[in-house]
RNA sequence: CGGGGCGUAGCGCAGUUGGUAGCGCGCCUGGUUUGGGACCAGGAGGUCGGGAGUUCGACUCUCCCCGCCCCGACCA
């Protein structure tokens, strides 16, 4: 066996490792229609904790859920000249509701539509409809929903989780009085983005406003969280937009003001997908696999016994019944720790290796020798594979929720060692051409660019003319971070004045 | 949609003067093992991505199609 589980290494071929440790972990697999992928349930319990920590979250900022539908009349679509256009490109398209057998034996479409329906990209239309049929006064205001669904975009060139054809996801959509309120929302949702990824998902992220080309289509101003991944490039890894009354004139969303005014609301919308599923492995992950941040991790904690004798499997599994007891009863953020116990009858090696590549935070072995010396065995997903600590049973009970909280802290801390080591500041387009590696660089043959390099904070102005200089080096304006001392500076392509510098890098 | 690479067992791969398939890992059975990817023996598993053509005969040659990966174009 060589000495790292997947192959080929990040360093070997990023993009390829991706889907190695996406493989290894079982988490997704091919469908038979291109660009889409069957999350499976290692995969799915990760949306799982994501969904349940981020649904808490949203409901604790006073949103409540609700469903509207995946059917769009394609009419609606068209109501916001800049969605249509941000959008139109990557539409599936129902025309058809009927299926008859043609004389070949195949199913032919028929019962032709008599509007076109398109399967919903995202909700901004459909939902405005409705709340301009819900809300008639400043007193229904604000409306703070969410929806967890599935979208559809099609996509040129899927990846699995990062972008796919299908996709699931939640969307807020709120609508205010007052242009204040919306965007004061527009970033208390920004923050739920930001804490969520840093202390759940141990993912350090920028936050800050998109320059006016990578806004969301229709919106004002579109905020981010940007995520460093292994391989130097950025993953927006959620969105959060001021639609300002964009949306509700294009729709009629209107009340009337506590002074007797018609007057249109200020609207919202944000939102993360599972392609924050490919952020955390991206993030963290390494040679030997999946590495799951404590937090999101759907187990925490695996107990292997390790016996021979049926006499030896008897007492050994009791005592790790007790320990799953006694380890269940602890909390960890607030829930019960996840423990399990693996009693499957296969080899110890093969049995650890399939955690470590699944990404459990710790792993627990208790065998005759330890039971006789009254201790366990632990070993952490973030040390070497084959370390192993000797703890006190009824030590590792109270350590448990220490571990994890380390490990989390751990993770946080290595992603935001690497993002710093990869960072720069840079005063010149002679210093960010140099910084990415020139200009056309080509990947080497078959292989992803491993080219890292990372994030560069630069003054650039909101000018076409900082695109074109960013452009044939695949770099991109990932956003103008809101947070981190900061100076004003003069653009180094237009000479423009600006306040702050913006983070430029490749991105996914 | 363009350029490049690739589709052979669950995974990773080999298989050129064309003669209808093999290796490693995994899987199943039995045994010996077992504190970090065991060993021995036996076994199952493939319409060689799909279709058409050339040929006595195609994994191999020709054409078309489909899919995957990388790079572009495109992308909240």
Sequence with gaps: MPDHAISPTRDQDYPEWYQQ?????????????RGCMVIKPNGYAIWERMQSILDRMFKATGHQNAYFPLFIPLSYLEKEAKHVEGFAKECAVVTHHRL???ADGKLVPTGKL??????RPTSETIIGAMYAKWIQSWRDLPVLINQWANVVRWEMRPR???????????????AHATREEAVEETLRMLDVYATFAERDLAMPVIKGP???????PGAVDTYSIEAMMQDGKALQAGTSHFLGQNFAQAQEIKFSSASGQEE??????????????????????DDDGLVLPPRIAPLQIVLLPIHRTPEERETVLACCRTLEAKLTAEHFGDEPLRVRIDSRDMR??????QHIKQGVPLRVEIGPRDLAAGTVSVSRRDKPPKERVSVPLDAIVEQASQLLEELQRGLFEKALAFREAHTVRLGSTEEVVAFFGGTAEPAPKGKGGSARSGFAHVHVADDPAVAAILDPLKVTVRCIPMEGDDEPGTCIVTGLFVNRRSVLARSY
């Excluded at 440790?21 to 229609?33: E, G, H, M, N, Y």
């Excluded at 008599?114 to 399967?119: A, N, Q, R, S, T």
């Excluded at 110890?348 to 290796?353: N, R």
């Design 264 to 285: 249109y609301c200020w609207t919202t919308s944000w939102g993360v997908s599972t392609r924050l599923i490919g952020a955390v492995i991206m993030t963290h992950s």
């Design 21 to 33: 440790v996406v493989r290894a972990a079982d988490l997704a697999d091919q469908s038979p229609v």
């Design 100 to 102: 008859e057998l043609g």
């Design 348 to 353: 110890g090696g093969d049995k650890a290796w």
């Design 210 to 216: 998109k320059p006016s080309g990578e806004r969301f």
């Design 114 to 119: 008599e509007e076109p329906l398109v399967v």
């Design 160 to 174: 699995v989780f990062l972008r796919t054809t299908e996709f699931l996801w939640q969307e807020g959509h709120t």
